[in-house]
Structures are given as C-alpha cells and as structure tokens.
C-alpha cells in the first residue's frame, strides 16, 4: 500500500527544544516537499527535495532544516523552535513535480 | 508567497446542487492541480490539467484552464453532504509546487 508517514501526529513543545519531524515514503518517489498550513494561508512550501541530496528552499524556509540523505525520508528538524511555527504541517512526495501530490496525514505543531 | 487564489474564500450550497470554485495564478505554470482536504487531514488529489489542455472531466468534477487569463475554475455537479471540505489549487512551474488559500465549501443535507 503506498504510504507517507508522518511522526509524530501531534506534538507539544518549548521554545528552543530541538526537535525533528520524520517523513518516509514508500513510493520510491523522487520529490519531496514539506509545507505548513495556516488559517487562512492554505499551504506554504517551507523546503523541497528533487533528489537525493538536492534540497531547496520554499517560501518560508526560515528556522527550518532538512536533509535527504535516502530517497524515502525527508525530515524536517526545528534547531530552535519559537511560538510563531506553531501549525500544522505535511509533508509531500511526488514522482516528479507536477505530478499527483500524496500527502502524509499531518503533523500538528504547538510551540509554547 | 501564494502562487493561487481561490474564489470564494467560502461557499455553502444545498444537496444536490452544483459547486463551482475558481482560482487564479499570477505566472506561467506547467500544470494546475485540485486538492481536496477534510477537515485537518491530509489532502487528496482530484484531478491534474496541465498547461496545453483546456477542460477534463473526472466523474461529476469538470476542471476547465485559461491560461490567457491565468484562472481555474472547478465544478462538482450533483453536490452530496460528503463533498463537504475544502478545495485548494495547486500550480507548478517545473520547479515547485504552489498552493492557494481554498474555498470551503458546505453541501447541506
């Protein structure tokens, strides 16, 4: 069954607590994205992967990392998380872009 | 920043009714997708038209594309209670993908 798998569905932090988002696929899909989603807003690419070990910035890359050292997993890790990344955030993968986008079933973020 | 727009921002109709929901983009895009989301999950795709096509169907969804005018426009036809949830545009240019803002629509039993 094709899947993308986000870890953890929900989580609760503090400011400045390193923490990371995983994303896998089981799709053998070479593009992968991350967004985060807003009231209001819709979705907002933070970063997205071409391939492995080709990352690039979205439209609101600051305070996040990734990296795509496999093709299945792109994580997104906040360094140093702070009030303003609270969201709910999904990660995406494609086989190229512009092609059907599967989503993981989200990650809802709250920074306190 | 936001490639879509969708037009509504809401939209609230009766069973059986139809549903049109449009969007607008500002730069030359390869293809235009519509996404489905239910309340807080993961969005679904609904169907793909790219750059040289001009309308498709996919059961009671009509997706038609202007690219002179740089717009979307999606139809659900005999609108049901379970098509309740939000629509979002999605456009890309090779590169990167782009969402807009998207119409929640409410089907009323």
């Known amino acids: 069954e094709a899947q993308v798998t986000q870890n953890p569905r929900y989580l609760i932090t503090v400011t400045g607590k390193k923490l990371t988002v995983t994303c896998s696929q089981n799709?053998?899909?070479?593009?992968m994205s991350w967004y985060r989603q807003d009231p209001g807003l819709g979705l907002r690419q933070i970063y997205y992967s071409m391939n492995v070990e080709a990352t690039d910035k979205g439209d609101v890359p600051e305070g996040y990392k990734v990296s795509r050292k496999e093709k299945r997993n792109f994580p997104l890790i906040l360094e140093s998380p702070s009030p303003n990344q609270t969201s709910l955030y999904f990660c995406a993968t494609q086989s190229s872009v512009g092609t059907e986008a599967f989503f993981g079933q989200g990650t809802r973020l709250t920074v306190v | 920043s936001q490639q879509g727009e969708e037009d509504p921002q809401a939209l609230s109709i009766q069973e059986g009714e139809n549903a049109t929901m449009n969007c607008s983009y500002k730069?030359?895009?390869?293809?235009l997708q519509w996404y489905r989301q239910n309340s807080g999950r993961g969005l679904v795709h609904l169907i793909l038209i790219r750059s040289n096509e001009r309308e498709k169907h996919s059961g009671r969804l009509r997706v038609t594309l202007d690219t002179s005018k740089k717009s979307s426009s999606l139809l659900i036809t005999a609108s049901r209670a379970a098509d309740t949830a939000s629509y979002f545009c999605a456009t890309d240019d090779g590169n990167d993908m782009r969402f807009g803002a998207g119409t929640r629509l409410t089907v009323k039993p």
């Open positions: 799709m053998n899909h070479e593009y």
């Open positions: 730069t030359s895009i390869n293809n």
